[in-house]
């Protein structure tokens, strides 16, 4: 059997994004078929959309979710109807060496579902991050599933299925940070904000969020900052450096993914620091250092694969401490929105009042 159901698809480079059928088919072996409650407007699906990650158009968009499994298909047992659940883009497989050797969070084959899910007229879809949530319903791998508490919202802890984890997952996972540690994060969206939440759950004494927008800086004092730096206005590298007694400070997390601004984060660190690398590159660019300084400061540099998350783990502790009014998710979701209106959300983007869109369905 099939289903048909609506969903927001991008069918060429830069072109506006339409609402369309789309058949979903039932789930076959170690699938899940998903009823979409949520799913948030990341920049990577405006990626997609304008090709900037591959030109496997047409794509079905949307990874930030949280649903109600339908159905499962042969040999699922982790998950069953009726279980809520927040969709992950990294179902780890349990055989590759990473896995073998009990670090599934590095997982080097992840994977998704097996069959298709199509346009009417039987073109092939490729969801986004292997999700492809904003529709009614959508086919996973049930090991992208994750059963969570289901008196959480939706549309909060949706987002923890990508940058919001990420961010967390930056700090806590990857970074390291722990009680009295002193963070600095460049880049306040939704990927920093996260990691300065993280930073705060991990008992970091300082926390100096940098960003070249005011309103954005704004935020990130509200989500826990307790310095800020208007990297515009004020050389970031010096002026960490000057509230962390001339140091430097332990863990610097860069989420904007430039080679300046990752610069910056090499220098603003303390001897034997950490630099946490969240933001993602694009292909062409570029990092020259000193090789002299890379030994002679000595420490890690480490980059985050989605937070280094295992969501098996880090999902339900995230929505227990959610429900427990220590995690502020709702202070991600800007508005909320119907499927029909993505396009004007990626439009708003760019005007930097808003962290997330996320569709409700
Ligand atoms: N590692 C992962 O698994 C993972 C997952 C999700 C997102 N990401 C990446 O994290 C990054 C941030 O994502 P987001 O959703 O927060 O994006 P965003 O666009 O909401 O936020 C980026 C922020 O960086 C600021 N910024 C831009 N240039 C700057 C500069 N030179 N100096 C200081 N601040 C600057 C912007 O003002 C903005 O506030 C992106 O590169 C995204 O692709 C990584
Ligand atoms: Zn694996
Ligand atoms: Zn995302």
Same mark, same amino acid.
């Given at each position: 059997?099939?289903?048909?159901?609506?969903?927001?698809?991008?069918?060429?480079?830069?072109?506006?994004?339409?609402?369309?059928?789309? *058949?979903?088919?039932?789930?076959?072996?170690?699938?899940?078929?998903?009823?979409?409650?949520?799913?948030?407007?990341?920049?990577?699906?405006?990626?997609?959309?304008?090709?900037?990650?591959? @030109?496997?158009?047409?794509?079905?968009?949307?990874?930030?979710?949280?649903?109600?499994?339908?159905?499962?298909?042969?040999?699922?047992?982790?998950?069953?109807?009726?279980?809520?659940?927040?969709?992950?883009?990294?179902?780890?497989?349990?055989?590759?060496?990473?896995?073998?050797?009990?670090?599934?969070?590095?997982?080097?084959?992840?994977?998704?579902?097996?069959?298709?899910?199509?346009?009417?007229?039987?073109?092939?879809?490729?969801?986004?991050?292997? *999700?492809?949530?904003?529709?009614?319903?959508?086919?996973?791998?049930?090991?992208?599933?994750?059963?969570?508490?289901?008196?959480?919202?939706?549309?909060?802890?949706?987002?923890?299925?990508?940058?919001?984890?990420?961010? *967390?997952?930056?700090?806590?996972?990857?970074?390291?940070?722990?009680?009295?540690?002193?963070?600095?994060?460049?880049?306040?969206?939704?990927?920093?904000?996260?990691? *300065?939440?993280?930073?705060?759950?991990?008992?970091?004494?300082?926390?100096?969020?940098?960003?070249?927008?005011?309103?954005?800086?704004?935020?990130?004092?509200?989500?826990?900052?307790?310095?800020?730096?208007?990297?515009?206005?004020?050389?970031?590298?010096?002026?960490?450096?000057?509230?962390?007694?001339?140091?430097?400070?332990?863990?610097?997390?860069?989420?904007?993914?430039?080679?300046?601004?990752?610069?910056?984060?090499?220098?603003?660190?303390?001897?034997?620091?950490?630099?946490?690398?969240?933001?993602?590159?694009?292909?062409?660019?570029?990092?020259?250092?000193?090789?002299?300084?890379?030994?002679?400061?000595?420490?890690?540099?480490?980059?985050?694969?989605?937070? @280094?998350?295992?969501?098996?783990?880090?999902?339900?502790?995230?929505?227990?401490?959610?429900?427990?009014?220590?995690?502020?998710?709702?202070?991600?979701?800007?508005?909320?929105?119907?499927? @029909?209106?993505?396009?004007?959300?990626?439009?708003?983007?760019?005007?930097?009042?808003?962290?997330?869109?996320?569709?409700?369905?």
């Amino acid at each position: 059997m099939t289903h048909q159901v609506r969903g927001v698809v991008a069918r060429g480079k830069g072109a506006p994004v339409s609402l369309e059928t789309i *058949i979903v088919p039932d789930p076959g072996p170690g699938e899940a078929l998903v009823k979409v409650e949520a799913c948030g407007v990341c920049h990577t699906d405006l990626h997609y959309r304008e090709g900037g990650i591959n @030109d496997d158009f047409p794509f079905l968009l949307g990874h930030e979710a949280a649903g109600v499994v339908e159905s499962v298909g042969e040999g699922v047992t982790d998950v069953a109807p009726g279980d809520f659940v927040i969709l992950n883009w990294r179902a780890v497989c349990g055989q590759c060496r990473a896995c073998l050797r009990g670090r599934p969070w590095y997982c080097f084959n992840t994977h998704n579902a097996k069959q298709k899910m199509t346009l009417e007229d039987g073109t092939e879809l490729s969801p986004a991050l292997g *999700i492809g949530a904003f529709a009614e319903k959508t086919l996973v791998a049930a090991g992208q599933c994750t059963k969570v508490d289901r008196s959480a919202s939706a549309a909060a802890v949706g987002l923890l299925g990508c940058g919001v984890m990420a961010g *967390i997952g930056a700090a806590i996972n990857t970074g390291n940070v722990g009680r009295g540690d002193s963070v600095a994060v460049i880049g306040c969206g939704g990927v920093g904000d996260a990691a *300065i939440m993280g930073s705060n759950l991990a008992g970091a004494a300082k926390i100096i969020a940098v960003d070249l927008d005011d309103r954005k800086l704004e935020t990130a004092r509200r989500l826990g900052a307790t310095h800020t730096v208007n990297s515009k206005e004020t050389d970031p590298v010096e002026a960490i450096r000057e509230l962390t007694g001339g140091h430097g400070a332990d863990v610097v997390i860069e989420a904007v993914g430039r080679p300046e601004t990752y610069k910056q984060a090499f220098y603003a660190r303390d001897l034997a620091g950490t630099v946490v690398l969240v933001g993602v590159p694009t292909p062409e660019m570029k990092l020259e250092l000193p090789l002299l300084d890379v030994f002679g400061r000595g420490g890690a540099l480490k980059s985050s694969w989605y937070g @280094d998350c295992l969501p098996s783990r880090d999902f339900p502790m995230l929505v227990d401490l959610y429900l427990q009014g220590r995690l502020n998710l709702d202070a991600f979701v800007t508005e909320t929105i119907a499927l @029909d209106e993505v396009e004007k959300a990626f439009e708003r983007m760019h005007g930097g009042d808003v962290l997330r869109s996320v569709v409700v369905l």
